[in-house]
C-alpha cells in the first residue's frame, strides 16, 4: 500500500471511480505430449519465453495442444524472469503438466546496448514464482544453455520445428549467430512481438503509447533486428490483435471447477494475482493468443506486409523491409472459447490447487456481512452480492501491528480519499460489482497470517460509503453465522 496515490483510494477498496459514477477447434486429448516421440503428424515446436503470466498460460495451452510436439523450451533471460527463477518455474511447470522430460536452457540475462530492462519489481514477481508453492527441487547436473538445447532440438527434430517466442528474441539472435545452417532449418518464427499499428504498451521513460513500443521488442531491439536479417519465415502476434482480447473478467471463476492441469494451474495464477483482472487496468491474452493463433489460425485477422524495426524496438511497415505476416485483429468471442477448451486438456496436475479459504459477503446497504472458512493462510476467494441495486464492491481489509481493527474503522471515518491512505493498511481480495446488477461476483488473492475484515463500499465519487463488517482471524475455522 505505501506510496499509493489519492486516486487510488477507490482501487484498492475494490471500487473504481468509474464504478461509482455509472450506476474450428483441436480435438481434445488425455495425452501428454513428451519429447523424443518417433516422427509423428504433430508439428514440432521449441517455446521461447520470458515467463510473465501469460506465458505460462500460453505454455500450458501449447504443451496440451495435440496437434503440437514440443521438442524444447528456452527461457529468455533478457525478458522477465531471471535465469534461476525461470529454470524453477520451467521445471515446475513441465512436472505439473505431466511433461518432465522437455529439456530446457536458460540463455544470457544482459540485453544489447540498446535494451532496456523490464522493472524489477516486475521482475521480481516472476523470479519468486508469481506466488505459486513450488517446493525445492534439484536439477541434476550444470544448468543448460538456452542457444545449446535449442540447437539440440533443431538437430534432433523429426521435421524442421517452428519457434514460438514469447519474450525478447535474445536467445534467437544468439542461436543463429553461433550456427550459420540453423536458420535454415527452422520452418518458422511464431512471435508474440510488436505494435504495428496499435498504441504501445511501454510507459516508462516517458514513452506513451503514442510511441508504438512493445515491451518484448523493446527489451532487446537489437536482437529482433538480427532475426529480421534472416530469412526464417516469420509470424507476429502484435499488440494490434492482442489488444482485441483482454483476460475475461469472469476467467477465475470459470476455471475454478476444472480440473485440467492447464485450467489449474492459470486458475491458481489469477487467484494470487488478482491484478491481471483488475479493472480498468487489467491484462490482454497476449501469448495465449499467440499459443491459440498457432494451430488455429481464424481465430484472427491478418496481413502480409514487409515490415523493419528501429532502434528502439519499433517495428513498422516498410517498403524496404522483410516479409511477414501480422495478426491486425482477434475475434473476442472465439479466442475465449478456444481459450478454455484448450485450458481444459487432459489429466489433473501432479499437485491440484486448493483454496486456503472462502467467504460470502453480503451488502444491503447498511450491513456488510462475511460468512465462510479461513483455514491457514493463502489464497482465499471472495464472493460477493448486493441488494441495493447500485453499484457496490467488498475487500478485505486488515493492518500491520500494532494497529488494530479500531484504527480500521477510526480510519474509514475519517478517510480523505483526496490524500494516500497510510502504509499500515492491508487490502486483501477484492470484488466488485459494476452495474449494480445484484448478481454474484467473485474476487481472489492472498491473505497473511493477522485480522481482516469485510469493508462494503458504495456511493458516488468523491462522496463514498464504507461500511465495515465483523473481522476474523486468518487460520480462525468457520466465519460468521
Known amino acids: ?51 510473465d503470466l501469460s506465458d505460462i498460460a500460453a505454455m500450458a495451452i501449447l504443451l496440451r495442444d495435440p496437434k503440437v510436439d514440443v521438442r524444447a523450451i528456452t527461457i529468455a533471460g533478457t525478458g522477465l524472469v531471471h535465469c534461476q527463477g525461470g529454470r524453477r518455474l520451467a521445471r515446475y511447470i513441465l512436472d505439473e503438466l ?23 519489481d516486475w521482475r521480481a514477481a516472476a523470479d519468486a514464482g508469481f506466488g505459486l508453492d513450488i517446493t525445492p527441487q534439484v536439477e541434476a547436473g550444470v544448468p543448460k544453455d ?4 535449442l540447437t539440440a532440438a533443431v538437430a534432433d527434430s523429426p521435421s524442421a520445428p517452428t519457434i514460438i517466442t514469447l519474450g525478447p528474441l535474445t536467445n534467437l539472435e544468439d542461436a543463429f549467430a553461433a550456427d550459420a545452417t540453423l536458420a535454415d532449418r527452422v520452418a518458422g518464427i511464431h512471435a508474440m512481438l510488436g505494435a504495428v499499428e496499435a498504441p504501445g504498451n511501454v510507459l516508462i521513460d516517458k514513452h506513451t503509447p503514442a ?56 486458475h491458481e495464477l489469477l487467484i494470487r494475482n488478482p491484478n491481471r483482472l483488475a479493472e480498468g487496468q487489467g491484462q490482454q491474452l497476449w501469448d495465449e493468443l499467440a499459443a491459440l493463433t498457432f494451430t488455429n489460425p481464424d481465430l484472427a485477422d491478418w496481413s502480409e506486409s514487409a515490415l523493419s524495426v528501429d532502434e528502439h524496438g519499433r517495428i513498422v511497415q516498410d517498403e524496404a523491409g522483410r516479409p511477414a505476416r501480422f495478426a491486425t485483429a482477434a475475434d473476442r468471442s472465439a ?24 467467504l460470502g459477503v453480503t451488502f444491503d446497504g447498511r450491513t456488510c456481512e462475511a460468512t465462510g472458512h479461513s483455514d491457514r493462510e493463502g489464497p482465499h476467494r471472495v464472493d460477493f452480492k448486493s441488494t441495493t441495486g447500485k453499484p457496490s464492491g467488498v475487500t478485505l481489509v486488515g493492518a500491520t501491528e500494532p494497529h488494530t481493527w479500531e484504527d480500521v474503522l477510526a480510519l474509514l471515518k475519517t478517510a480523505d480519499i483526496e490524500k494516500e491512505p497510510p502504509s499500515w493498511l492491508i487490502i486483501g481480495p477484492t470484488a ?13 488473492g492472498d491473505l497473511a497470517v493477522g485480522f481482516y475484515g469485510p469493508v462494503c463500499i458504495s456511493g458516488d465519487w468523491p462522496k463514498v460509503t464504507f461500511t465495515a463488517g465483523t473481522p476474523f482471524e486468518v487460520g480462525s475455522g468457520a466465519i460468521g453465522s
Not at 432 to 444: C, E, K, N, Q, Y
Open 1 to 51: 500500500m505505501s506510496g499509493l496515490r489519492a486516486s487510488q483510494w477507490l482501487g484498492v477498496l475494490g471500487v473504481t471511480a468509474s464504478l461509482l459514477v455509472t450506476a474450428c477447434d483441436p480435438t481434445p486429448s488425455s495425452t501428454p505430449v513428451l519429447t523424443g516421440e518417433p516422427p509423428t503428424t504433430r508439428i514440432p515446436i521449441v517455446i521461447d519465453a520470458d515467463f
Open 98 to 120: 505431466g511433461s518432465p522430460s522437455i529439456p530446457f536452457g536458460c540463455g544470457r540475462e544482459k540485453a544489447g546496448d540498446d535494451g532496456r530492462p523490464f522493472p524489477d
Open 146 to 149: 538456452a542457444v545449446q538445447v
Open 211 to 266: 510511441d508504438h513500443l512493445e515491451w518484448n521488442a523493446f527489451a532487446d531491439p537489437s536482437s529482433v533486428a538480427a532475426v529480421f536479417a534472416t530469412d526464417v519465415p516469420l509470424t507476429l502476434v502484435p499488440l494490434d490483435a492482442t489488444d482485441d482480447v483482454p483476460v475475461p473478467s469472469g476467467l477465475t471463476e470459470q476455471l475454478a471447477s476444472v480440473r485440467a492441469a492447464g485450467a489449474d494451474l492459470v
Open 335 to 358: 479466442v475465449e472459447a478456444a481459450l478454455l477448451e484448450a485450458l481444459g486438456r487432459g489429466a489433473p496436475r501432479t499437485t491440484p490447487f486448493q483454496l486456503a479459504g472462502q
Open 432 to 444: 466488485s460489482d459494476m452495474t449494480g446488477s445484484g448478481g454474484a461476483v467473485t474476487g481472489a
